[in-house]
Nanobody, 126 residues
């Protein structure tokens, strides 16, 4: 299984950006997929994950209403649309995938994911 993320870069506060992640070697029905981020000195945190069985999408309060996760099953790709970006959104963003289902209470946990993309830097300037 390989996850190839793209997008990222530098954007001004209030701007928008879209990240893409192409998965090879698996299907969406294999398990949840999503996006995490990690800022320097901080733990990796989720910013949006999709339960590909139920199609439910989960967001933390910090990004709810600004970030949107979507998928294109035909392309085996998930996207992260980020709007109204803030300097505190600056981080390395990772896509992740898990083999098998997981209880909802753990779907946002980084440890639950088996595969990770290479990470892409998102920098939001003030």
């Amino acid at each position: 299984v390989q996850l190839q993320a793209s997008g990222g870069g530098l954007v001004q506060a209030g701007g928008s950006m879209r990240l893409s992640c192409v998965a090879s070697g698996r299907t969406f029905r294999s398990g949840p997929m999503g996006w995490f981020r990690q800022a320097p000195g901080k733990e990796r945190e989720y910013v949006g994950v999709i339960d590909t069985w139920s199609s439910r999408i989960y967001y933390p309060e910090s990004v709810k209403g600004r970030f949107t996760v979507s998928k294109d099953s035909a392309k085996n790709t998930i996207y992260l649309e980020m709007n109204a970006l803030k300097p505190e959104d600056t981080a390395v963003y990772y896509c992740a995938a898990r083999n098998g289902r997981i209880v909802t209470s753990s779907i946002h946990q980084a440890w639950a994911y088996d595969y990770w993309g290479q990470g892409t830097q998102v920098t939001v300037s003030s």
